[in-house]
Each structure stands twice: as structure tokens, then as C-alpha cells.
Nanobody, 126 residues
Framework: QVQLDELGGGLVQAGDSLRLSCAAS????????MGWFRQAPGKDREFVAA????????FYSDSVKGRFSISKDNAKYTVSLQMNSLQPDDTAVYYC???????????????????WGKGTPVTVST
């Protein structure tokens, strides 16, 4: 069983920055890619950013491109999401996710992920 632990959510004002981190732990596992999804109240879960671990290739949703940055940390199976210029529309619960292997839907769809964290709330006030 793989566990994903998220850190870094909180309450900020519009224009502020936050950094989320996610670490995977378990026994005898391999992870192909990791990413972040978010879900605002009353809305579906949506893709935010993802990274393919073997070459650090990144993917971003149009809504966060240029403001958010996903990266691998030095520790194995640990990624961070740097969120800059946060806006009220970024308010949501942010979930870390991980994929065991590449799939036809890629790392940008929830159905392509095998493991999920419990989520960390991010609230951006005006």
C-alpha cells in the first residue's frame, strides 16, 4: 500500500504564494508520475499540475500555467507545488496523486492515478 502525505495548505490573501509538498511512502513500490488535483465546493475534481518522474517533464492546466510550478524534490517520490499569484478561484481542497505506470489517459486525468492523498485545503481571500 502506498501512502501520500500532503503538507502546506492554508489561508492566504489574493496575490500571495503557497507551497504544497507531497511525499509517497510504502513498501516495494514504483511511481511513474505524480500530480496535483483540486476540488472546489460543488465542483468536480480538476487537474492542476503533474510531473513525470523519470525526466521531470511537467504538465499544467491552462488556469494555473505561468503561476504554479511543480517540481521533484531531492527525496525520492517527493514533489512540491509552488503556487504564486493566488486568486480566490484557486480556493479548493488540493489532492496529491500518483500513478504506478503510464496509461492512455496520462497524468492529467484522475482516472490515470492509482494513489491519492487525503487533501489539504487552500483558501484565498480577497
Amino acid at each position: 500500500q502506498v501512502q501520500l502525505d500532503e503538507l502546506g495548505g492554508g489561508l492566504v490573501q489574493a496575490g500571495d504564494s503557497l507551497r504544497l509538498s507531497c511525499a509517497a511512502s510504502g513498501r516495494n513500490f514504483f511511481i511513474y508520475g505524480m500530480g496535483w488535483f483540486r476540488q472546489a465546493p460543488g465542483k468536480d475534481r480538476e487537474f492542476v499540475a503533474a510531473i513525470r518522474l523519470r525526466d521531470a517533464y511537467t504538465f499544467y492546466s491552462d488556469s494555473v500555467k505561468g503561476r504554479f510550478s511543480i517540481s521533484k524534490d531531492n527525496a525520492k517520490y517527493t514533489v512540491s507545488l509552488q503556487m504564486n499569484s493566488l486568486q480566490p478561484d484557486d480556493t479548493a481542497v488540493y489532492y496529491c496523486a500518483a500513478a504506478r505506470q503510464p496509461t492512455g489517459v496520462g497524468l492529467t486525468s484522475p482516472t490515470g492515478m492509482n494513489y491519492w492523498g487525503k487533501g489539504t485545503p487552500v483558501t484565498v481571500s480577497t
